[in-house]
């Protein structure tokens, strides 16, 4: 599960959902993420490996509406799902990514 971002740093916080232990993942220098025109959506961003063997992967084809405060607060979302949304936007920005939509 995301957690937060550290911008500064390059680096994004998670927590394993298999075993609950806290991972941090550099992401400083990738701006390499493919665009796979067969499927016309980015390749996903995978976190480090958990020791457990578990792994998360996010998913880099939302809408800018889908990040946005005004979708957060009027959607029935869990909090932990805003949350981790927040921090995929906060990813974007640090990136220059060009998101769909």
């Known amino acids: 599960m995301l957690k937060d971002i550290d911008k500064d740093k390059s680096i994004i916080y998670s927590t394993c959902d298999n075993c ?50 005004l979708f957060l607060s009027v959607n029935n979302l869990s909090e932990d799902e805003k949350s981790q949304r927040r921090v995929i936007k906060r990813l974007f920005e640090d990136l220059n990514f060009e998101k769909i939509g």
Do not use: P, Q, R, W
């Open 20 to 69: 609950n232990k806290d991972i941090a993942t550099s992401y400083d220098g990738k701006t390499d993420i493919a665009y796979l025109e067969e499927f016309s959506e980015y390749e996903n961003f995978s976190l480090n490996h958990c020791d457990c063997g578990s792994m998360e992967v996010i998913n880099l084809n939302l809408y800018y509406e889908e990040v946005d405060e």
